[in-house]
């Protein structure tokens, strides 16, 4: 029997050993509330208010589904999203691939790299370069925690992360809380010009992250199906475990990050510098208090530390599955983090940087959304297990909606 919508279902109660399954969606979660979130979240909410709600509750709903279909291939296969493209593509195609891969890995690497500088210079007035060494050195040590003592003390570090970085970007709605009408006007879907398209966009991009879509395949193999091989029930349990793990770390994810856009909504608009995370910062003590925004910047470190570390997890992961080279992670964890710091040298504004990279990975989901979708309605591959017709017909409308996004940025960037 194929599987149905990513929905869990009713009787699938997390109970009788159920828990002690969750875990890898907690660490792809990281990649939805990175420091890349936090500079276009917040400047949505101080520049339009609540407009563009609306993006991110779309955006979350839409990440249950690809992280669901994600996970679900790895443990039917037994191997991961870059693997099996690795294996299907041919030489050519596999190389070009795999270089736009690496683009988006990149971007997610900067935008992660500088997320972390600048949470160590609000704290502590460390320079931005030096900041982001600093960030550097402590994911490698985190990477070094995978490596020596396994993927579960992996997610347990990641995990807790994820929650001081919660408490950290939702305290301050507690002492500005939003306007509860203003909220139920921001899920009406709709634009404010060029400029909001290419924000919701860098949303969109920094929601629905591609190098989340290929290492929760990884994630998913390497913590249920490490032999590469399943039995029927098992696989069965495993994948109403799977629907649980994502809904509740999405919904965690999620939360943290309208928490964020509230908060811009709610405190920020019409306060002068709020379009930078810095400027944010500042008018956060303002207005809230310095408590609650040393409390922010925690936050931010947390979010950078973490996702820093799953992006390279997921670099590895990309090169890996389709160059069929397995580099040590920390050696690609030092090579990854020179771009970053030079371009931290620059002196271009940081938040602008984080902004871009999330547009930059707005333009890569495609390219990870589309094989997987295809990949996971294959008989071939999946057997009974391949995607339900339902769930085939919601993965689409997904990958059209985010196609038809970019495509309208590019048209208003280039016309406007």
């Not at 979660?29 to 101080?46: E, F, K, Q, R, S």
């Not at 982001?132 to 990641?158: A, D, H, P, Y």
């Not at 996004?405 to 208003?412: I, R, V």
């Amino acid at each position: 029997m194929s599987d149905a919508a990513p929905a869990v279902p009713p009787a699938a109660r997390p109970s009788h050993g159920l828990w002690r399954l969750l875990g890898p969606a907690f660490v792809a979660a990281i990649a939805y509330v990175d420091p890349g979130n936090v500079a276009a979240n917040l400047t949505a909410g101080a520049r339009y208010g609540y407009l563009l709600l609306w993006v991110l509750v779309v955006a979350n709903v839409m990440a249950v589904l690809v992280q669901y279909l994600s996970a679900k291939l790895g443990i039917v296969t037994g191997r991961s999203l870059p693997e099996v493209l690795g294996a299907r593509l041919g030489r050519r195609t596999r190389l070009a691939y795999w270089g736009q891969a690496e683009v988006v890995a990149a971007a997610t690497d900067l935008a992660e790299v500088i997320g972390g500088a600048i949470a160590l210079n609000l704290l502590f007035g460390v320079p931005l370069v030096v900041g982001g060494l600093i960030t550097g050195v402590i994911s490698m040590l985190i990477l070094t925690i995978q490596q020596r003592r396994g993927q579960r003390v992996f997610e347990t570090v990641i995990t807790t992360m994820l929650a001081v970085l919660t408490v950290g970007f939702c305290a301050g709605l507690f002492f500005g809380p939003p306007d509860p009408v203003a909220m139920l006007g921001g899920l009406v879907p709709r634009f404010d010009g060029a400029d909001s398209v290419l924000l919701a966009a860098s949303m969109l991009g920094a929601t629905v992250m591609p190098h989340a879509i290929y290492l929760h395949s990884s994630l998913a193999r390497d913590r249920h199906v490490p032999d590469g091989v399943v039995g029927a029930v098992r696989r069965r349990r495993l994948l109403v475990a799977t629907r649980w793990d994502v809904v509740l770390a999405l919904v965690v994810a999620g939360g943290v990050n309208v928490s964020m856009l509230l908060l811009a909504a709610a405190n920020l608009p019409g306060r002068e510098g709020t379009d930078t995370i810095e400027g944010a910062h500042a008018a956060i003590a303002d207005t809230l208090g310095p408590a609650v925004a040393v409390v922010f910047a925690v936050g931010l470190l947390a979010s950078g530390l973490a996702s820093t570390s799953v992006g390279a997890y997921a670099g590895s992961e990309i090169m890996a599955g389709l160059l069929h080279v397995r580099v040590p992670l920390l050696a690609r964890r030092v090579v990854t983090l020179v771009p970053a710091i030079v371009l931290l040298a620059t002196g271009v504004s940081p938040t602008w940087l984080l902004v871009v990279s999330q547009v930059v990975l707005s333009f890569g989901i495609p390219f990870a959304m589309i094989p997987l979708v295809r990949l996971t309605r294959s008989r071939e591959l999946m057997g009974d297990d391949r995607n339900a017709t339902a769930t085939q017909v919601a993965a689409w409308a997904v990958a059209g909606i985010i196609v038809a996004l970019n495509a309208t940025l590019l048209w208003l960037t280039f016309t406007a």
